[in-house]
Structure formats: structure tokens, C-alpha cells
């Protein structure tokens, strides 16, 4: 009885929460049919706005990913002094709002920023461009590979390594024949996650993008873009394409999620 | 040292440096450039005052919310068996993969003018608490079920052949056990909430002293360019974060103090 | 009194764990269920203690029906293989937990806390954590808990098969003398036979998840009934059709009527005792077991030939 109860009221509150929004973005998307559903998406800021997406993540995130791998290598095989500052810088991303990101890389690479004098100075543009958003994506995806590598790294220990060291192996032949096949699945779970935060991003970009249509839009801005100027079709349409994004990387996620026997 | 993770060293400092520590040096450093009291007069300023307390409050509340629903669900899921147990599991993903500003519309869409349920609660306080237990969802489930499939059976099998009843063994046995894994996901969630701004931009009309969340009003500093008051107000943002950081690692420590 | 098991089956999906088994307990005896993995025993014990159902059969406690009852209504105390210690509790509120939970009072409790910590010999530890004791400590501790509630049946789940050779054996005279003092009706599951005989009155062996034999480690020792009791309690060896005991057989130099006609292979010395491995004329090996001092007045050596004569062996007949 008290089962039922229980399950009742998680599955209650589930359906309040999630379902509902879900399936309302489906709904307000089609509501005019498919045909101008299917149009708002396919003129060409939209297109534009979702390759310019699918661009910055393909940077940022084998950027994350080699990053990942190497930090909680760090973490756990060398410890060395200011371990702890590294620990918090990169779990900082996780608790920080996205505006306060975006705002950083505006200080710092504007026309009066650190960075931002001596760029303009040589023609590069940082800010209001490409190079900015991707460093807005990586500075909030960084988080996810170290944070699943680090458990499992910990958990095998050394002693495989170092019987393949004794064995003749360089520590490159190691890392690629020994520590990397234990690693492999936290890591592709790492990477789904890093691409999610990365596909879907959207406080930071909004703030460093100049958020230019047609030109430095990525989809979550074309949403809002597209929101702010009436065109809800437009707005729902770009969102149902993300949302089915975020349903694959959800099924993805599940997929690898470690449990006893996936590694 | 091997030259190897010297070399590790190097890539990982600068990379990090790059991306996430020279950005966040800029901001403190620019907090600091309008001295001491220009400083405090941005921080103090009512509506920036109004903003924070708001974002707050709200997150207080939604992280209240999620201690105890998340750990309902979180059970629900490990103990329970249902059909779709599967499906609803991978649900409790979406907030996370589902990008904020979608999340926002569809607050909207459910909960704004033409709603289809009948709720309208969009430019209110409401709404920014129903976009917040959105995206916070995951954060408590997440962290309470390893722990609660961790837990050894036998322990709860003690308790009854000791005689405890149903909720004398879950209070004494497995809450204890569990609470580390609740403050962990209490503290993300509470994080989140702090900082969250896709979501509430929308549903919530922005509206200064009344639905102005802390990151919507850093946004319209930097619009109206107004640094010295969006540096405050992020310092403040970036304080509340690495203290929750602090705080996780607490619990961490906390819940292995009594492992053999 | 005591308990008493009648027709008990319980299965798992297509998994039969114990198949009709039916047992006596006698009121304040010591007990011992002794098998193999998947013997069934844990699952025995189980049942008695109310954590498993039976798919059918009677469990009867204390003279009182307790098939359908809860186990926190049975009045059974419960001591798991891996402690399963409250980490988050001190040793003295591990043992007060059940008193608690029966909200006796605050004085009573520390009283009865105190006195079974004196029994366990744990005193100097009262106060510490789970983490902080050995293995051997966290057993006490588990047993003093399991004992807090004057349990009507106190059961033992692989007591001692998580601690090293020493501490158990330590342990084990340990549980006598508390036995002998407490005098409650014990059941214990292991597969140690060395410890079942050292501990118990009765034993009961299991097998593929029905009961073998139940009797006195001298009965089961001396008089098996099955081919499986022989060879788990003691050590037996077949020879076609007879079983016996390798210290029943005995070596003669001199060709034997009725004795078996085998080389010796190899000799080991093993301290007091000495082990033959023998090769038989016909087929097969066998090796035979006596003191050292038989071994000298024999004066064996390898290669050399003997004849095996096995007097007291056994013949069962075919059990269903």
C-alpha cells in the first residue's frame, strides 16, 4: 500500500514537471501543421544557427575531452601542490550561472580587456565571433570527463600498469594498451554529457555572441531569437529539432550510464 | 616527476588557465577597478539587492523541494518495479540534455497565457520556481541513487530482525546513510538554481524588483553597459558558487568518515 | 519447544534451494547446518529467521506458529557473515539499537548495554565506530546486538568466514562458552565441517537442498548414511562399490586374501601424520593415512609393492 502510495506521488510529480513541458513544445510546434513548422526551420538563419552549433561543438568538446583525460590522469596517478585550487577550478563550471561565464570573457577579451586590447591591436576578433563562443562552450563543458574518469581511474589502481611497465611497455603503450580500454566508457559517457552541455548551451553564448542572426546565432539563440520577434512557429520548431537532440543524447546517456557490468 | 606528466601538467595548467582561470581573474580584477565604494554601491544597489534576495529564496526553496522529492523518486526508481521503470529512469535526464532556453518556452507554452491546463502563471513568482524544479530535477535523484544501491540490504535486514518497523528502519538506518548523497544533490541543485538564466528569461517578464533573478539583472547591466554593476553582482554569484563547491567536499569528507 | 521446520520448499524462479526439508531444533541446543554452496543452508536459516518465505511447509518457534510472521515479530536474533555493523552508530548504540526501537527506558537500556558488553569483552570499545574495530570485534559487537532483545533463537549466518584461520578459531571457543552461559537455542550455518564438529550438539547435513543426515558429529562421523555425508564430514575414498575411511585402510608386505595389490607412489610426512599415495594394481589412485610411527615400523619406501586391506569400509545402498 505504501508502495503504491510512494510511487504514486514520484511518478505524479514526474509527469507535472517533465511531461507536461515536453510535450507541450510538440504540440505548439505543429499546431499550424508540419509544413510551416518544417519551413521555420529550414531558412537559412536557422540552418545557419544549427551548423554554427554543431561547429563549436565539434571544437569544444574533443578539446574537453583530451583535456578530461589528461587532468584526472593528473589527479590521481601525480598529485602535485595546488591540487586542490585544480580540483575547484574544474568543478567551478558546474555551480557557476552561465552569465557570470559569459560576462569573465567579455571583460577579458574586450576592447579594454587583458587580452581584448592586444587582439583588436592584430585584427583578431574574439568577442561578437566563433573563437569566443567556443571558449563560453568549453569554459561550461569542461567539467564532465574529468568527473567521470577520476572515480574509475581511482578505482583500478596501479597494479595493471605497472605490470605492463614491467612487462616493457612505454608509458605511452600503457596509457593506449592498458589504462585507456579501462577508462574507455567513462569516458564516452563523459563525452555524451560534454555534448549536451555544449549543444545546449545558452546564458554564455547569449552573452559573448553579440547574438548577430545569420552570423553568430546559435540554435538556443535562434529560439530566443526567434521568440523575441513574434515568430512562435519559428521558436518551437527550432526547439522541437533540440529537443529531439536532447532525447538522443538522453538515450545515449542511459545507454553508457556505468552500472556494475558496463565496465 | 616523468617528463610525461610534466608535460600533462603544462597542457592541463594552460589549458585551464585559458578557458576557465584568466576569464574569472579578469572579472575579479575589473570588481576591483571601481575601488571600495563603488564596489559596495553596485552591490547595494536595490535593485540588485531585490535580485538576489529573490534568487535566494527561490532557490532555497526549490532545493527544499528536490531534498525530499528527489529522494521519493530516487527510491521509487531503486526499489520499486513498475513497467517503463526504464523509460521514466532516462526522463529524469531531460532537464540536463534539454537546452535552458527550450526548457523556458515550454514553461511557457504549459504554464503562460493559452496554457492548455488552465494555469497561467507567467510574469509571477511562481513560474520561476516551476522553471527552477525543472532544471534542478536530476541533481538529488542523481546523487542518491548510487548510494541508495549501494547500500547493503543486509543492514535493513538487521533492523527488522531486530524488530524495527518500516519507518524505524528507513529513519535510523537508511536515512543516515543516505543524508551525505541528499546534501550533495541539495547543494548542485541549490547551485543551479543560483545561477539559472534561460529558463526564467522568458516565462518570467524580467520584471525589476518583482521577477528579476540575479543572472537576468548581470545581463542587463552588461546590455547597458554598466560593468562595475554586473562585476558585483557576478562577484557575488562566483562567492556563492565556490562555497557551494567548499560545501560538496564537506559532505564528501562527511560521508567517509565512518568507512573502514 | 526449540523450532521446528516441517516440509519446507522455496525456490527461486527455476531455481530449487531447498526441496522438503524438515528438522528438529531441540530447545537451548547448538545446532549446525553444514554444507557446500548452494546446499541450501543459508536459505534454511533464513527461512527460520522469517527473511525468506517458503513456497510451502511449516515453521513452527517456541511451540508458536511462525510461518506467516514477520521477522521482527519472531523473536529471532540474527548475526550476518559481514556484521552488517550500523556504521553511522557507536558499538553501544549498535547493541542498544533493538532496546531503542522497543522504547524501553533510557536507564534500562544502558544497563543491559553495559552487561553485554562486559559478556562480548568489548568494554574499551564502547564508544568507537564500526570502522574502528577487527573483524573479529565487529562479530562480537553483531552478537551482543543480536542478543540485546533476549532473542527466543539466536541464528549465524557463516559467523566466522570472513575472519582469518586464528581469530576464528578464537571466536569459535568463544560461542561455546557463551552458548554454555546464555543457553539459547542456536542454529549456525557453515561449511566447515571441522567447525560444525567442534561447536555443535546436532548436525545437519545438506545437500542440493534437501537434509542429508542429521545426528551427532560422532554419528555422522562414524555411521554416515550417504556417500556425500562420508566424504564432507571426514574424508572417504571409493573403492568400487565401498567407501571408506583413508586411516581405515591397512598396508600389509605380505600378499592378503581380500586385500588389493598396489605400488607406492609417493610419501609425505606431514608431522604427526603421514600420507600414502598408493597406485592401484587394477586402476586408480588412493592414498592412506597413518602416524608417522606406523610409517616407520613399516619401513615403506617408493616403488615399493603393498597390499591394501579395507576392512572397515562401507556399502550404501541406493539412496533416492
Known amino acids: 500500500m505504501r508502495r503504491l502510495t510512494l510511487r504514486t506521488v514520484a511518478l505524479g510529480y514526474l509527469a507535472l514537471i517533465l511531461l507536461g513541458p515536453l510535450s507541450v513544445v510538440f504540440w505548439r510546434a505543429f499546431e499550424k501543421g508540419f509544413g510551416p513548422a518544417w519551413n521555420a526551420v529550414t531558412t537559412p538563419e536557422a540552418l545557419h544557427a544549427f551548423q554554427l552549433t554543431l561547429v563549436i561543438a565539434a571544437i569544444a568538446v574533443p578539446a574537453n575531452t583530451i583535456f578530461g583525460v589528461l587532468c584526472a590522469l593528473l589527479i590521481v596517478r601525480h598529485p602535485f601542490p595546488g591540487k586542490g585550487l585544480l580540483n575547484a577550478l574544474v568543478d567551478l563550471p558546474l555551480a557557476l550561472s552561465p552569465v557570470v561565464v559569459g560576462f569573465a570573457l567579455f571583460l577579458l577579451y574586450g576592447r579594454t580587456g587583458w587580452f581584448g586590447s592586444w587582439l583588436s591591436g592584430h585584427g583578431i576578433q574574439v568577442l561578437f565571433a566563433l573563437p569566443s563562443m567556443i571558449l563560453a562552450t568549453a569554459f561550461v563543458s569542461i567539467p564532465f570527463v574529468v568527473r567521470e574518469v577520476v572515480p574509475v581511474l581511482r578505482e583500478i589502481g596501479t597494479d595493471q600498469e605497472q605490470a605492463a611497465e614491467t612487462l616493457g611497455a612505454s608509458q605511452w603503450q600503457t596509457f593506449r594498451r592498458v589504462t585507456f580500454p579501462a577508462i574507455r566508457w ?36 535562434y529560439v530566443s531569437d526567434r521568440y523575441e520577434n513574434f515568430d512562435i512557429v519559428g521558436a518551437y520548431a527550432a526547439s522541437v529539432v533540440l529537443a529531439l537532440m536532447a532525447i538522443v543524447v538522453l538515450l545515449t546517456m542511459n545507454l553508457l550510464r556505468p552500472k556494475e557490468g558496463v565496465h | 616527476m616523468s617528463p610525461f606528466s610534466g608535460l600533462t601538467l603544462g597542457i592541463v595548467v594552460t ?61 521509487v526508481l531503486i526499489r520499486d518495479e513498475f513497467p517503463g521503470k526504464g523509460v521514466v529512469n532516462a526522463l529524469i535526464d531531460l532537464p540536463f540534455a534539454l537546452p535552458t532556453i527550450v526548457a523556458g518556452l515550454t514553461m511557457l507554452a504549459l504554464y503562460g497565457p493559452r496554457s492548455p491546463v488552465g494555469i497561467d502563471v507567467a510574469y509571477t513568482r511562481t513560474a520561476i520556481v516551476l522553471a527552477l524544479l525543472f532544471v534542478t530535477l536530476p541533481f538529488v535523484v542523481r546523487t ?97 558558487s565556490f562555497g557551494v563547491l567548499l560545501l560538496i567536499g564537506a559532505f564528501r569528507r562527511w560521508a567517509t568518515r565512518h568507512h573502514a | 519447544m526449540g523450532i521446528r521446520v516441517e516440509g519446507v520448499t522455496k525456490r527461486f524462479g527455476s531455481f530449487t534451494a531447498l526441496n522438503d526439508v524438515s528438522l528438529d531444533v531441540q530447545q537451548g541446543s547448538l545446532t549446525a547446518l553444514l554444507g557446500p554452496s548452494g546446499s541450501g543452508k543459508s536459505t534454511l536459516l533464513r527461512v527460520i529467521a522469517g527473511l525468506e518465505r517458503p513456497d510451502a511447509g511449516r515453521v513452527t518457534i517456541s511451540g508458536e506458529d511462525a510461518t506467516s510472521v514477520a521477522p521482527r515479530k519472531r523473536g529471532v536474533g540474527f548475526v550476518f557473515q559481514h556484521y552488517a555493523a550500523f556504521k553511522h552508530m557507536t558499538v553501544r548504540g549498535n547493541i542498544a539499537f533493538g532496546l531503542k526501537i522497543r522504547k524501553r527506558p533510557r ?21 568507537r565506530y564500526p570502522s574502528q574495530l577487527s573483524g573479529g570485534q565487529r562479530q562480537r559487537m553483531a552478537l551482543a546486538r543480536a542478543l540485546a532483545v533476549e532473542p527466543k533463537v539466536l541464528l549465524l549466518d557463516e559467523p566466522f568466514g570472513a575472519l582469518d584461520t ?111 599415495e598408493l597406485q592401484l594394481a587394477g586402476s586408480g589412485t588412493i592414498w592412506a593415512q597413518m602416524t608417522c610411527a606406523e610409517l616407520n615400523r613399516l619401513e615403506l619406501e617408493r616403488g615399493a609393492t603393498v597390499w591394501v586391506m579395507a576392512d572397515r569400509a562401507r556399502v550404501f545402498a541406493e539412496s533416492s
Open chain 1, 186 to 221: 567513462a569516458v564516452a559517457y563523459g563525452v555524451v554529457l560534454t555534448t549536451a552541455r555544449s549543444l545546449g548551451e545558452y546564458g554564455a553564448v547569449s552573452v559573448v555572441s553579440g547574438r548577430l542572426a545569420g552570423q553568430t546565432e546559435t540554435a538556443t539563440l
Open chain 3, 166 to 276: 586464528r581469530v576464528r578459531g578464537e571466536l569459535r571457543e568463544w560461542l561455546h562458552r557463551l552458548h554454555d552461559e546464555v543457553r539459547v537455542t542456536t542454529v549456525f550455518v557453515t561449511h566447515d565441517q571441522e567447525e560444525a564438529m567442534a561447536l555443535a550438539d546436532q548436525i545437519a547435513v545438506l545437500h542440493d537442498g534437501r537434509i542429508e543426515q542429521v545426528g551427532s558429529p560422532r554419528d555422522l562421523y562414524d555411521q554416515p548414511q550417504t556417500p556425500f555425508v562420508m566424504s564432507f564430514v571426514g574424508a572417504a575414498a571409493q573403492l568400487g562399490e565401498r567407501w571408506v575411511r583413508q586411516h581405515d585402510l591397512d598396508l600389509k608386505l605380505e600378499p592378503t586374501a581380500g586385500a588389493l595389490e598396489a605400488r607406492v607412489e609417493r610419501i609425505a610426512r606431514l608431522g604427526f601424520e603421514a600420507r600414502v
Open chain 2, 144 to 240: 542518491v541513487q548510487p548510494v541508495l544501491q549501494e547500500l547493503d540490504r543486509e543492514l535493513e535486514e538487521a533492523a527488522e530482525s531486530l524488530g524495527a518497523s518500516d519507518w524505524q528502519t528507513f529513519s535510523r538506518v537508511v536515512f543516515p546513510n543516505l543524508l551525505p548523497g541528499i546534501l550533495s544533490g541539495v547543494a548542485l541543485a541549490f547551485a543551479k538554481a543560483v545561477g539559472e538564466f534561460g529558463s526564467v528569461v522568458i516565462i518570467t517578464g524580467n520584471i525589476p524588483f518583482k521577477t528579476e533573478v540575479s543572472s537576468v539583472y548581470i545581463f542587463g547591466q552588461i546590455q547597458s553597459g554598466n560593468t562595475s554593476g554586473a562585476a558585483a553582482a557576478s562577484v557575488v554569484l562566483l562567492a556563492i
Open chain 3, 107 to 127: 536507564a534500562e537500556v544502558r544497563a543491559r548495554v553495559d552487561e553485554l558488553l562486559a559478556l562480548v569483552q568489548l568494554q574499551p570499545f564502547a564508544d
Open chain 2, 15 to 75: 589549458y585551464l588557465s585559458l578557458i576557465v582561470a584568466l576569464p574569472l581573474a579578469a572579472l575579479v580584477w575589473q570588481s576591483t577597478k571601481s575601488g571600495d565604494t563603488g564596489f559596495w554601491q553596485s552591490l547595494t544597489s536595490p535593485e540588485a539587492v531585490a535580485a538576489l534576495k529573490l534568487t535566494l529564496l527561490a532557490s532555497l526553496a526549490v532545493a527544499l523541494v528536490n531534498a525530499i522529492a528527489g529522494t521519493v523518486i530516487a527510491w
